[in-house]
């Protein structure tokens, strides 16, 4: 389509030229009803203001120009203000917003303002509403003037001159062109002959009415505005246009080619070259036989009219027959000739198809292919936020290993201190035997049982106490094992596996903290046990000492020493077999978190 025109350029209109004038009331009355009619097509329950008569006045608040473009626009149309508010901010921002929306979304070059609309002004408004027509008619000059010239010279004997249209002014002002228009696209419609005999305003207005009625074309036009007056060629371009968009026919698309078409296309093309090559063939053949019949006819005509002149007769009579039978087959040829020719044209309707159908499935591949790289570079960059989020996870945990590596590491030093005091226990219980033995006290069986026994319990106690050193120290392995395994997977692997494997190890982690809290609480008790312990002891070597020097004392004050000395002995039993029952369940704790710490390796 050729370039629009600047609105500012309407004609050159000249308010004071009296024609001009007569032009801008036909230009207003059939744009009026133009927006109307578009308008109405799209939203059939919009109705027409009864107190808006004039074009400039409909335009002014924006509200029916917004409805228009919204109309014929195939885009987004932006949401509007409430269309009741009319105060002059409100108007100018919905003119506004109309006005951008055509020239940045619809392409349109127009000049017109918010504020040329909203003050009325003539060739402005004028302009732009012809602009749109252009555009949304589909309006091109040459084109139409083409369309029309079509359409009319098939009528030339039924309307003369008529049907060869030159313009879009005076040419129609005697009506026998716009007859012949409605007849072209409806022939029972309009009857010619009596067309011509109408006077032009009749004509006119018969051919307006058949083609609002028949054809459905709007009545934008009256016949006072073609005649006697020749019309502006802007309300006939725009009057005409409707005429080849509701009544031109639709281009067909073109088919589809399928895979097993495009087989049996080739297939035909193969078949069309076999049978041209078997008609030329067929045509040399024929045509060498027939001659060489009709040398061998001729000779023997001769003949016979030098020996038989009576049979003459009967060989012409064969001769016209020869002659027929060729020419039969002549026609054959011919009728083969056509045929190859239809196929030929198939043919080629075929490889246009095909052309067609190759340039949209090309299309479709490049459409996929972005669509695949688009989709690879996402996964891509969700990807490397995976990375980068194990990265943080990795440090995470090795800041968690690092702590239970420094806890253990304390929990260690807390059984070693364990480890020395009981053996400080034994120490203390074997200076006790050797004193009673130095001493020679009497009547102290019971007692020296009661201290092999604490003394036995305390070997035991030490043995375990070895074990829950043992363990502890797998424990820490474990946990030094975790560490090199992470760092070695720093940074690489899957990126969904190796989360999995750090949330589960972290989880491992916390465990491990949870139960070292609650070892700590174990050891603390333990620890005021061997406080007990040790005081209960230093008791006991007072009460031996204080016995060994008093020999010489009262039976009575000898047997209430040894009775508490006694008593000490079993209660400081009785502790000694606590604390070896709160060591045994703490040596099954360790268990856990040094199999989680295995867990966690593997």
Known sequence: MSELPQAASANSLNPDDP????????????????????????????AIPAEVKDLLEELKDGVVLARLVKSVSEKDFPQMTDEKQKTPFAVMGRLEKVLTFLKTREGLNITATGNDVFSGNEVQVMGLIWIMILKYQNITRNELLAWLREKLSPLSRDIGPSSDVKNFTDHWSSGMALCGLVASIAPSAIN???????????????????????????????????????????????????????????????????????????????????????????????????????????????ELKKTHSTEISVYERKEKEAKLEIADRDKLVEDLKEQLAKSKADLQSSERAVIQARREIDRLETTEIEHLKSTIAAQAAEIELLKAKNKSLIGDMKT???????????????????????????????????????????????????LRKMAIKNEELLKKIAQLE????????????????????????????????????????????????????EMAKLRDEQSELTALL????????????????????????????????????????DLQNRVDEFTEAVKKPVLSVEKINS
């Not at 560490?483 to 491990?512: H, T, Y």
Request: one cysteine or more.
């Open 538 to 577: 230093g008791q006991m070597d007072k009460l031996v000492k204080t016995a060994v020097k008093s020999k010489s004392n009262s039976a009575d004050s000898n047997k209430r020493a040894w009775e508490q000395l006694q008593q000490l002995v079993a209660w400081s039993g009785s502790k000694l077999d």
């Open 19 to 46: 024609m001009n004038k007569e032009w801008i009331g036909q230009q207003k009355k059939v744009f009026f009803r133009w927006i109307h009619y578009v308008i109405k097509a799209k939203d059939p329950s919009w």
């Open 192 to 302: 010619l002959a009596e067309c011509e005999k109408m006077a032009p305003l009749e004509r006119l207005t018969k051919a307006l009415s058949v083609a609002e009625e028949m054809l459905k074309i709007p009545r934008l036009l009256e016949a006072s505005d073609l005649y006697p007056h020749k019309p502006h060629e802007r309300i006939m371009m725009t009057y005409l246009s409707f005429f080849r968009n509701l009544h031109a026919p639709k281009p067909t698309p073109a088919p589809q080619i399928s895979e097993d078409q495009s087989k049996l296309i080739a297939e035909l093309r193969a078949e069309i070259a076999r049978l041209k090559l078997l008609v030329d063939q067929k045509e040399e053949k024929i045509i060498i036989i027939e001659k060489t019949k009709i040398v061998e006819i001729e000779k023997e005509v001769e």
């Open 400 to 450: 968690e290993v690092m702590k239970l590596l420094k806890k253990q590491k304390e929990d260690t030093d807390l059984i070693e201190i364990l480890k020395t005091k009981v053996a400080s226990y034994s120490g203390k219980i074997v200076e006790l035997q050797q004193l009673i033995q130095e001493k020679g006290l009497t009547n102290v069986e019971a007692l020296e049982q009661e």
């Open 470 to 521: 043992k363990e502890m120290h797998e424990a820490q392995r474990s946990a030094e094992k975790l560490m090199a395994s992470i760092e070695s997977e720093d940074g690489g692997g899957s990126a969904v596996s190796l989360k999995d494997q750090l949330d589960r190890a972290l989880e491992q982690i916390r465990e491990l903290m949870e139960w070292r809290k609650k070892a700590l609480n």
